[in-house]
């Protein structure tokens, strides 16, 4: 079974105007990440709400499952 994390992962744009990931937050839970993705994606210009079930102690995880996509976001993130 495992822990679930519930993450924000922020995006912005660069110099060239490539789509750039900025560092992970964590949530407390599915509602908060979409909330906090939503708040990131106006002031930063994109966000995806994530989580991810797994086992800390051994590294093995589960697939992550995409919670919501906010603004500007790669295409290779589905959701």
Same mark, same amino acid.
């Not at 930063?44 to 906010?70: C, Q």
């Given at each position: 079974?495992? @822990?679930?994390y =519930?993450?924000?992962?922020?995006f912005?744009?660069?110099?060239?105007?490539?789509?750039?990931?900025?560092?992970?937050?964590? !949530?407390?839970s599915?509602?908060? !990440?979409?909330?906090r993705?939503?708040?990131?994606?106006?002031?930063?210009?994109?966000? @995806? !709400?994530?989580?991810?079930?797994?086992?800390?102690?051994?590294?093995? =995880?589960?697939?992550?499952?995409?919670?919501?996509?906010?603004?500007?976001?790669?295409g290779?993130f589905?959701?």
């Amino acid at each position: 079974m495992g @822990i679930t994390y =519930f993450v924000v992962l922020p995006f912005t744009k660069d110099e060239e105007g490539e789509l750039v990931p900025l560092d992970p937050v964590e !949530a407390q839970s599915s509602e908060g !990440a979409k909330r906090r993705a939503a708040a990131v994606a106006d002031s930063k210009g994109g966000a @995806i !709400a994530f989580s991810r079930t797994g086992e800390p102690a051994t590294g093995d =995880f589960e697939d992550a499952v995409v919670l919501g996509r906010y603004g500007d976001v790669p295409g290779d993130f589905t959701g």
